[in-house]
């Protein structure tokens, strides 16, 4: 069936270092990955996504890379803030056509220490 | 400010119960989905629809039904609500039903006592 593995569940970086992310999707027909940020309590927002026919893409500090031969994508956040912290999920759905609905991962907490 | 409404913001009911939560889609969005998000847990997709039919279905309990009316909303009813239904409950919505950015309102809490 559809699963999204995210690792690693916690992540404690110091501010300024560089986090990264990793997921693995099942479903070799998923074409779209975005990425959510959800502080505590309110929903979750997308900070970037990406399409297959794309390897890489970056926005400022944050990039997101996709190995479709390993059906692997990752979130890299160079110069971490404290602003930063936040749980983020990765989600991988089918494009136009199917049910478009998301599958996430089970999210990784991420603490920017000062 | 997602353009997603729901309504209420919090609930909390006794075991046994029914309720009905509300999704108002941004404004142009066809497609709604339904996701349940437990304490400490990630988002479980409960059910889609799009332009007032269902496109899919996740985990979603018998108990739970849903259904999208002719002006887009969505109301989600969970009845015969067990302790273990207390979560949040986010509705998404989304131009196209894939490949496109699905916009989150800001969640209903659900407590059952």
């Known amino acids: 069936g559809e699963n999204v593995e995210q690792h690693p569940s916690t992540l404690s970086v110091q501010e300024g270092d560089s986090a990264v992310i990793k997921c693995t999707y099942s479903?070799?027909?998923?074409?779209?990955f975005p990425w959510y940020k959800q502080e505590l309590g309110k929903r979750p927002q997308l900070i970037i996504d990406i399409r297959s026919n794309v390897g890489e893409k970056k926005d400022q500090r944050i990039a997101v890379t996709l190995n479709k031969t390993a059906k692997h994508f990752s979130l890299h956040i160079t110069e971490t803030q404290p602003e930063d912290s936040a749980v983020y999920f990765c989600a991988a759905s089918k494009g136009s056509g199917n049910t478009g609905k998301l599958i996430f991962g089970q999210g990784t907490t991420l603490q920017v220490k000062p | 400010d997602s353009g997603v409404t729901q309504t209420p913001k919090h609930l909390i009911t006794a075991t046994g119960q029914r309720v009905t939560l509300r999704c108002s889609p941004r404004s142009g969005d066809l497609s709604v989905y339904w996701y349940q998000q437990s304490l400490d847990q990630g988002l479980q997709f409960l059910i889609q629809?799009?332009?007032?039919?269902?496109?899919a279905k996740g985990n979603i309990l018998e108990r739970f039904s849903a259904q999208q009316f002719p002006d887009l909303h969505s109301e989600l009813n969970l009845s015969s609500l067990e302790l273990g239904d207390s979560a949040l409950y986010f509705c998404a919505s989304s131009v196209v039903p894939g490949g496109a950015e699905a916009f989150f309102g800001q969640g209903t809490r659900l407590t059952v006592v």
């Open positions: 629809y799009y332009n007032g039919e269902e496109r």
């Open positions: 479903d070799s027909a998923s074409n779209y």
